[in-house]
């Protein structure tokens, strides 16, 4: 039967990938949504949408019979899970089958295999692949240490948790299974040997009902954080390094994983290397990886189109296309990298990336910039899902350039309403060891995440973007005033004092200036000239060098972004409403979420580091600590309580006091 319309199981920018290949294929398209994203782009695009009543993904997009329903009520006649929720599971592909829809992805026999990270590492040493060594959580001894917990039924580095000392083991076992049940409703983990550095390297493999497997290319997928991919890329810079022969071997190693479990459609195998090219499996993703566009930019392959023709039977070539050039692939993230990679929420203002030559789509040229976004202006990041923005990939002939014209491009993006990890990424691209090609695991702890993660915008340069702020201020009022618009912002007929801004940034700036007949007086800024203003636009000339500043103000922030790079500023009000202050010692939520632990009562005398309560944000755990020695001396919050960015936690006050 030939599929004609495509319902999409999942959300955001997977759902937008594979409506966009659809279109090309002449494919009706099916959205579902939750409460939350009744408004996201995934839904205006699609031909028709269900909702899925709910804001959680266990309400929601977790829900498999009300995907299947959905699919009957739209008249879909086609499922594609897209990955993460439901995609690796084999109950659901089951009940797309009886349900009689076409499942665009493997068998449920393969995902049942590669489905348990226990069993799938077993059946690969029967095949003759290498395998780290499995061990029960039960079970693991001081000799054993450092090991690593992983969720048998999923990835995306949720219940994950590195263990080194045998007295945190129980705790973060639970802590795993928790997450792991939460994200993929399966608490089942297990442990393997922790190898503080290596590379990740993965193997795209594509399979026909007919025997043929391919495998396409492989990815390097080392810089992580928290175990989770930030940047991606093709080929690998060791498998480069290395030779052909380590990539026979890989590519040998993942046709066997293929074989093995007659796997048909998108798959990725994946592997733990070390420098010397030794590598072993790691796991077997049955589905589309987030990373895919790095092998359809250096193959020229449409992944999606080819996952739908396998499901309709279509037969392979013998041979897949060769690859060609480099490309990266970046994860925008809404996170804090320099807070401990704290998830953001809000409404995402602006998200401008400049010089995308093609969006969810193959390139017709030999360098470009590609754009697979799950938001668009006005987008709203919530705290259910991924704090995943978008992917941004860059492909060229070399790697070199690959990475410089992404670099490039993100550092000039416009990105306003949440803190995101943009400025990490653009410091990544250009370190001279990824650039050398020196990337594995340990790549933030190698470097620093404290240099890694710092602003692009310098002392200096957020020090005059403040300027800029606060002249397209006083440009804003001008040009909103009722009379005299004419008339310059202070102007006083005796010379007074100067008008004063006060902004909070990565420090405070107190921005004093005057706009007199001679031009601009600011003070700290002697060789500074305005050339010229308007309440979005500052171009300022500081000794011969001119620079314009882009400013966009909402509520109290303000968006100024140069060539120095992008500064986020708050203005700080003259006078501070009293109830607004709280207080001292109170313990402040670093982001919306659920209260889901609570390790203290109120009295108890805690330490500093010491864990007060957990918060569940966007799929994953965080732990809150007590920021200093004292008492708890209040506790405003229960478990399973919601709760709002700032909202107070805790106060932890001096004993003594």
Not at 197 to 225: F, K, L, N, P
Not at 248 to 254: C, G, Q, S, T, Y
Not at 494 to 505: A, H
Request: hydrophobic share 45%; glycine share 10%; proline share 5%.
């Amino acid at each position: 039967m030939s599929v004609t319309t495509v319902l999409v199981a999942n959300r955001g920018e997977i759902a937008r990938r594979v409506f966009r290949t659809c279109r090309d294929l002449g494919l009706g398209t099916v959205a579902v949504f939750s409460d939350p994203d009744a408004d996201a782009p995934h839904v205006r695009e699609a031909d028709a949408a269900v909702h899925l009543p709910g804001s959680t993904p266990g309400e929601t997009y977790l829900r498999g019979d009300l995907i299947v329903a959905a699919a009957r009520q739209a008249g879909a006649d086609a499922v594609h899970p897209g990955y993460g929720f439901l995609s690796e599971n084999a109950g659901f592909a089951r009940a797309v089958i009886e349900a009689g829809l076409t499942w665009i992805g493997p068998p449920p026999e393969a995902i049942d295999s590669m489905g348990s990270k226990i069993e799938s590492k077993r059946m690969m040493a029967a095949a003759g692949v290498p395998v780290l060594t499995e061990l029960d959580p039960g079970s693991v001894t001081e000799a054993d240490l450092p090991v690593l917990i992983k969720a048998s039924a999923g990835g995306g580095g949720r219940g994950m948790r590195i263990v080194r000392s045998l007295d945190a083991l129980t705790g973060e076992v639970e802590a795993a299974r928790s997450e792991a049940a939460s994200a993929f409703g399966d608490p089942t983990v297990f442990c393997e040997p922790y190898l503080a550095t290596g590379r990740h390297i993965e193997v795209q493999v594509m399979a026909d009902r007919h025997g043929t497997v391919w495998a396409v290319g492989e990815r390097e997928c080392s810089i992580q954080r928290r175990h989770q991919k930030v940047v991606e890329e093709a080929p690998s810079p060791l498998v480069e390094r290395i030779g052909d022969g380590l990539r026979k071997e890989l590519f040998d190693a993942a046709r066997a994983a293929a074989s093995a479990i007659a796997y048909t459609g998108a798959g990725t195998v994946e592997f733990i290397a070390d420098d010397d090219g030794r590598f072993f499996f790691l796991e077997m993703n049955t589905r589309l990886q987030v990373e895919h566009p790095v092998t359809e930019c250096t193959t020229g392959l449409d992944l999606v189109a080819l996952q739908v023709a396998v499901a309709g039977g279509a037969t392979l070539d013998p041979e897949p296309p060769a690859s060609h050039g480099a490309a990266i692939e970046v994860r925008l993230y809404a996170e804090d990298p320099a807070a401990g990679w704290q998830p953001q929420s809000g409404t995402l203002h602006r998200v401008e990336i400049p010089g995308v030559t093609t969006e969810f789509d193959l390139h017709s040229r030999s360098a470009g910039i590609r754009l697979d976004s799950g938001v668009v202006d006005g987008s709203v990041v919530g705290i259910h899902y991924d704090p995943m923005l978008a992917k941004v990939i860059a492909w060229a002939p070399t790697r070199d350039q690959a990475a410089r014209a992404l670099a490039t491009t993100l550092a000039r993006s416009r990105v306003h309403g949440v803190v995101t990890n943009r400025d990490l990424l653009v410091n990544v691209l250009r370190h001279p060891a990824f650039l050398a090609g020196e990337t594995d695991t340990a790549f933030f702890d190698r470097h620093g995440l404290d240099t890694l993660a710092a602003p692009l915008a310098d002392a200096g340069g957020e020090r005059i973007s403040a300027l800029a702020a606060a002249l397209a201020l006083d440009a804003a009022a001008r040009e909103n005033a009722v009379v005299l618009r004419e008339i310059p912002s202070g102007w006083r007929n005796v010379v007074s004092g100067p008008q004063q801004i006060t902004f909070e940034g990565t420090t405070t700036h107190e921005v004093g200036y005057r706009l007199t007949r001679d031009g601009l007086v600011a003070d700290g800024f002697e060789s500074t000239a305005l050339v010229s203003v308007s309440s979005a636009l500052v171009t300022l000339d500081t000794d011969g060098v001119r620079r314009r500043f882009t400013v966009e103000v909402h509520g109290d922030e303000t968006y100024v972004d140069s060539s120095l790079g992008a500064v986020r500023l708050r203005r700080v009000p003259r006078f501070v409403d009293p109830a607004e202050q709280v207080a001292a010692g109170s313990l402040l939520a670093p982001m919306p979420g659920s209260v889901i632990r609570i390790a203290v009562a109120q009295g108890d005398t805690v330490t500093a580091g010491q864990p007060i309560l957990w918060l569940e944000a966007m799929k994953m755990q965080h732990q809150i600590n007590a920021p200093a020695d004292g008492v708890i001396a209040e506790l405003p919050v229960s478990a399973g309580q919601q709760i709002d960015v700032g909202a107070v936690l805790a106060v932890v006050t001096d004993p003594e006091e």
